[in-house]
């Protein structure tokens, strides 16, 4: 029962904890002590002995560990035709330290794709990789749900219908360009539809205007918009989690308010869905997953060193199987293990610990990985 085609039974969702040898170049790097070219020299030496890393535990799906990035979503939104970065205030909250307060704004009209450094990423993956290379990307609702309406000038976009097709367009090209450079797994981090499960951050959207079911509907339609060039033989996979900075969250609540539209109407291939604590709820919402979907289910947490146990794992994935078909299930941790730079408050021993573990239940459970 192993997998043939992503996602792969034993899978991880891309972030890794940044090496020794990495953050002592960035940090020189934003000293002004060496230049790009030097610190690209150290991204590449290090990416690819993660590279290596992860076909040595046996992971099938390979990523750069976002090693060239300091932020999850703003280093890919911010370089997106008519998109810019600035400091501001943050909207949503982590519940504990922060992240540097670096906030998106639309400058002017998207849909247009002049290229992107990420694409460079990827193909430095495919060319040292034996394993499949994976991309992983932020929602496009990153661009809108933590700021809503003030990070889109109505001088711009009078018309929010507008700014969502516009959008979706910008998605669109940028998806097949990642085609057209060989990717053939890509996953998109939909964080914001979690968000949405929880009671707190519906009231918050609402105090600034926006409908909770109005925007997961429209969030729905704008992801369909963005795959919808994607070509057939490409994996498309969703994230999803509550927040993770520095092994802290943002939301709580389960997937109930959001699953059928998660499941039924979003037309991606696969879920990696967060499922180490009962922040996430049960795992009862997986009985709207249809045939031809996979889930993969996020027990094993990125945000502790404890190593979880064969033993606890399996009984999870049983009781996931009550809801769905144990063969559209596999097995990864809740998240990354560095959605920022900073990365979570763990080891890196622990974090390759984790991984091999979930190699060896993947094994044990379906066969195979």
């Not at 925007?215 to 729905?220: D, E, R, S, V």
């Not at 969703?238 to 109407?265: I, Q, W």
């Not at 990125?302 to 999870?316: C, F, I, P, V």
């Not at 769905?324 to 890196?348: H, I, K, M, R, V």
Request: with cysteine; proline share 5%; charged share 30%.
């Amino acid at each position: 029962m192993s997998s043939v085609t992503p996602p792969f039974r034993a899978d991880h969702v891309g972030s890794l904890l940044r090496s020794a040898p990495l953050k002592d170049a960035r940090e020189k790097r934003r000293l002004g002590q060496i230049d790009a070219a030097a610190l690209r020299a150290v991204e590449d030496v290090e990416i690819i002995k993660i590279i290596k890393k992860q076909e040595e535990i046996g992971l099938r799906g390979v990523t750069d560990g976002e090693y060239r990035r300091a932020f999850w979503q703003i280093d890919f939104l911010e370089k997106l035709d008519g998109v810019e970065s600035y400091e501001g205030e943050r909207k949503v909250k982590f519940q504990g330290p922060q992240p540097r307060p670096v906030l998106l704004r639309v400058k002017s009209k998207l849909g247009g794709f002049s290229g992107h450094p990420m694409l460079d990423h990827f193909r430095f993956v495919k060319e040292h990789t034996k394993q499949t290379p994976k991309m992983t990307i932020p929602s496009p609702s990153s661009l809108h749900f933590r700021y809503g309406r003030e990070a889109i000038p109505t001088s711009i976009y009078p018309d929010m219908a507008e700014f969502y097709r516009d959008l979706g367009l910008s998605y669109r090209k940028a998806i097949k360009a990642f085609a057209d450079a060989g990717c053939r797994y890509l996953q998109i981090d939909e964080v914001n539809l979690a968000y949405l499960c929880d009671p707190a951050l519906r009231d918050q959207v609402k105090a600034r205007g926006d409908d909770p079911d109005t925007l997961l509907n429209t969030y729905a339609d704008l992801l369909n918009s963005a795959i919808a060039d994607a070509p057939d033989d490409m994996t498309i996979a969703m994230h999803l989690c509550r927040g993770n900075f520095r092994s802290t969250f943002v939301a709580s609540g389960g997937y109930e308010p959001v699953a059928d539209v998660l499941f039924n109407k979003i037309g991606v291939d696969a879920y990696f869905m967060e499922y180490d604590t009962d922040r996430a709820g049960g795992f009862e919402p997986l009985r709207l997953l249809p045939k031809g979907k996979t889930v993969v289910l996020g027990i094993v947490t990125t945000k502790t060193g404890q190593l979880e146990s064969m033993d606890d794992l399996k009984r999870r994935i049983a009781d996931a199987a009550k809801h769905a078909p144990l063969d559209q299930l596999a097995l990864s941790p809740q998240c990354g293990f560095a959605s920022t730079e900073e990365g979570n408050e763990l080891a890196e021993a622990d974090m390759w610990n984790k991984l091999a573990r979930v190699v060896e239940v993947a094994t044990d459970v379906w066969g195979g990985v």
